[in-house]
């Protein structure tokens, strides 16, 4: 079955990064577009970042542009989040997301937390 | 940008049947997907383009979408229904994906 599984997530200190990975199985990776999606506590769900299957189009929510970067493995089926220049506000459970033909967000992980803290 | 609003809060009792609207302008021209998490749990998809339902989502899930507002409708409100929904579009001016802010359902 589809399966998604973040890891990477910990606890790190204001400027600094880190780097998330997602692990896809289940399904042909190079036909989905994926996703990074956060919620910080008690929160709604944010976007991230998009990743077209065939990696030629990448898109950023405003509030991360310029500091974190999507890449997708094709041999390791794993996308991954660069997270640079972190701030408090970067702070929540980071998910990734198998997207379904036609833009829906239909297999989500559980999730890796990122806690920034000095 | 795209901007869509969820009241924060429905309520219903056991057996009736729950409306969550999600408004924007326009998004009657766009695709609307609904996202559910239940407490403590990753999301899920409940419906996609507009109406579809993922395989294992019962038939009491319902949503249309026209004008400037989508609506989820859900019959037959059982417990396990109780849940944050998100509505969720692409923003294709902007290349962006656009949440809305989320509907926490209580079931009475």
């Known amino acids: 079955q589809v399966q998604v599984v973040e890891s990477g997530g910990g606890v790190v200190q204001p400027g600094r990064s880190l780097r998330l990975s997602c692990a896809a199985s289940?399904?042909?990776?190079?036909?989905?577009?994926m996703d990074w999606v956060r919620q910080a506590p008690g929160k709604g769900l944010e976007w991230v970042a998009f990743m077209s299957s065939d990696g030629n189009s990448k898109y950023y929510a405003d509030s991360v542009k310029g500091r974190f970067t999507i890449s997708r493995d094709y041999y390791k089926n794993t996308v991954y989040l660069q997270l640079n220049s972190l701030t408090f506000e970067d702070s929540a459970l980071y998910y990734c997301?198998?997207?379904?033909?036609?833009?829906?967000?239909?297999?989500w992980g559980q999730g890796t937390l990122v806690t920034v803290s000095s | 940008s795209i901007v869509l609003t969820q009241p924060p809060s429905v309520s219903v009792a056991p057996g009736e049947t729950a409306r969550i609207t999600c408004g924007g302008n326009?998004?009657?021209?766009?695709?609307v997907h609904w996202n559910r998490q239940k407490a403590g749990q990753a999301p899920g998809l409940v419906i996609y383009n507009n109406h579809d339902r993922p395989s294992g989502i019962p038939e009491r899930f319902f949503a249309y979408n026209s004008g400037n507002t989508a609506t989820l409708t859900i019959s037959r409100v059982e417990a396990g229904d109780e849940a944050d929904y998100f509505c969720q579009v692409w923003d294709s001016i902007s290349d962006h994906r656009v949440f809305g802010g989320g509907t926490k359902l209580t079931v009475l």
């Open positions: 326009s998004i009657g021209t766009i695709n």
């Open positions: 289940g399904f042909t990776f190079y036909t989905f577009d």
């Open positions: 997301v198998k997207n379904r033909e036609g833009g829906s967000l239909e297999s």
